[in-house]
């Protein structure tokens, strides 16, 4: 073969590469969805398989809501690997955390908060009066985006899928969401069976750390807000703040686990509350546990709550 048809074959295969690289993400390989000034929106791949969800009746500080059963996920997925950050935020829905959080304050809309209509800022206890500041801590890009409902995560989330579809990115029948409990507490555990994927100071910035290095505006009682992602230790997988830095909103409604073997569920049909993950700066070491679980209204916005998404078959 001449060298120029060499250098032709070659430039071939390398576009051929370079096509599919940049075409869509592919099982078994993380994903990077897009980069962002401030943080890339990286996804790790997530094998399906089955695991023991809840804990056992030996686990110190588990709750009666936490009783083991079998589950099988069927599909592998995507998650990313960090907590969406204010940067991701911004490259996706246009604001930033302070413009965020200057539309929940003047959202004239009645929410139902458990069986109440309410604004979410008279829920939250917050005035349309005076410097949107006084409730953010930190405005970083890196950190976390905070002040996000459940339903916040799910425009994100629609908002991306529909981005990605029209660039031609997606697989057939994925789409960009929040992770179902289950999906969650799996990645979570990245095949460990103790209450802890790790040692908690090692993995979690919560209520007996976070006052450590800490610099900038206090939410609470004790100087202390949510943190840089990434900033601990990640789980054998790659995810980050499984434990810590912000609860994390799940896709399902809260309810009574089932009982026996259950296949790629998605939590009760209707519900009052949405469930929410993995304990945050603000929480003590026992909400940091795995199989842990929390409820909210599906409007509420705090500065505890934040999330990830999943790049996940369509429900």
Not at 76 to 97: F, H, K, N, P
Not at 116 to 122: F, M, N, P, Q, V
Not at 124 to 141: K, P, V
Not at 172 to 193: I, V
Request: with cysteine.
């Amino acid at each position: 073969m001449r060298r120029i048809d060499v250098w032709l074959s070659l430039g071939c295969f390398c576009l051929a590469v370079s096509s599919a690289q940049n075409s869509g993400p592919v099982a078994g390989r993380a994903w990077t969805a897009f980069a962002a000034k401030g943080g890339d929106l990286k996804l790790v791949w997530i094998e399906p398989g089955s695991f023991l969800m809840g804990s056992p009746a030996s686990e110190a500080d588990r709750h009666p809501d936490e009783a083991q059963f079998q589950v099988t996920l069927t599909h592998g997925y995507w998650m990313s690997a960090t907590e969406i950050t204010v940067a991701q935020w911004r490259e996706v829905m246009g604001t930033d955390l302070r413009g965020h959080l200057t539309q929940v304050i003047k959202d004239d809309t009645l929410y139902d908060f458990a069986g109440k209509k309410r604004t979410i800022r008279d829920f939250m206890n917050m005035s349309l009066d005076g410097d949107i500041g006084r409730y953010l801590a930190n405005e970083d890009d890196a950190l976390p985006m905070y002040f996000t409902s459940w339903n916040d995560a799910m425009e994100f989330s629609r908002t991306l899928t529909e981005r990605e579809k029209k660039a031609g990115r997606l697989p057939a029948g994925y789409q960009y969401t929040l992770p179902t409990e289950a999906q969650w507490e799996y990645a979570c555990r990245a095949g460990t069976k103790d209450a802890m994927y790790g040692a908690v100071d090692k993995i979690a910035w919560y209520g007996a750390n976070s006052t450590e290095g800490y610099s900038g505006k206090s939410l609470g009682r004790t100087v202390a807000g949510p943190r840089t992602v990434a900033g601990k230790q990640p789980n054998a997988w790659g995810l980050y703040d499984m434990a810590g830095n912000l609860w994390e909103w799940c896709f399902d409604w809260y309810g009574p686990y089932p009982t026996g073997s259950v296949t790629d569920p998605t939590g009760p049909a209707t519900g009052t509350y949405r469930v929410n993950r993995g304990g945050s700066w603000g929480s003590g070491a026992a909400a940091e546990r795995s199989a842990n679980r929390a409820t909210n209204p599906q409007a509420e916005a705090s500065a505890w709550r934040g999330f990830r998404v999943a790049l996940a078959f369509a429900k």
